[in-house]
C-alpha cells in the first residue's frame, strides 16, 4: 500500500488528479491509514495509470468511464471497446481537419504582414474583427 503522492508519482500524475478521479467516482474510494492517509494498491495505481493514458489519447472522462467499465468484465466481447475508439478516432480525425483549417488561416494572417507597425498589422487586424 502507498500513499496518494507515491500513487501519482507511479502513474504520472498529479495528487489533485487522483483526487478529482476518486470524487467523481473514476477511482474507487481508497482505505485509509491510522492516521487517515489514502492508501492505494496496485491495482489502483494501474487504474489510475489507464486513465491518465486515455486522457492523452484525448479520450473523454465519459467514454473513460465505460472503458473501465468494460475493463472489469475481461470475458466479455470487445465489440463496444472498438465502437468507443472509432468514435474517439472519428473525434481526432475532426480536430486534425480544423487544426489543419486553423493552420492555414495562420499562414495567409502571417503572410499578409508588412512587417511594419503594429497598427498597419494584418495579425491583429484580423484577430480584432
Known amino acids: 500500500m502507498i500513499t496518494i503522492g507515491e ?3 507511479a502513474a504520472g500524475c498529479k495528487v489533485q488528479t487522483v483526487r478529482y478521479y476518486e470524487q467523481i467516482g473514476l477511482l474507487p474510494v ?3 491509514s491510522q492516521g487517515n492517509q489514502r492508501l492505494y494498491d496496485a491495482a489502483a495505481v494501474d487504474r489510475l495509470a489507464f486513465i491518465r493514458r486515455a486522457r492523452e489519447m484525448g ?4 467514454a473513460i468511464r465505460d472503458l473501465l467499465g468494460l475493463a472489469d468484465r475481461p470475458d466479455q466481447p470487445c465489440e463496444a471497446v472498438d465502437a468507443i475508439a472509432r468514435e474517439q478516432l472519428a473525434e ?3 480536430r486534425i481537419v480544423h487544426l489543419e483549417a486553423l493552420r492555414g488561416e495562420l499562414k495567409r ?5 508588412s512587417g511594419g507597425q ?3 498589422c494584418r495579425v491583429i487586424e484580423a484577430l480584432g474583427s
Open 109 to 113: 494572417m502571417i503572410a499578409q504582414c
Open 7 to 9: 500513487a501519482a508519482r
Open 92 to 94: 481526432v480525425d475532426r
Open 59 to 62: 479520450f473523454p472522462l465519459p
Open 30 to 32: 481508497p482505505v485509509r
Open 118 to 120: 503594429i497598427a498597419d
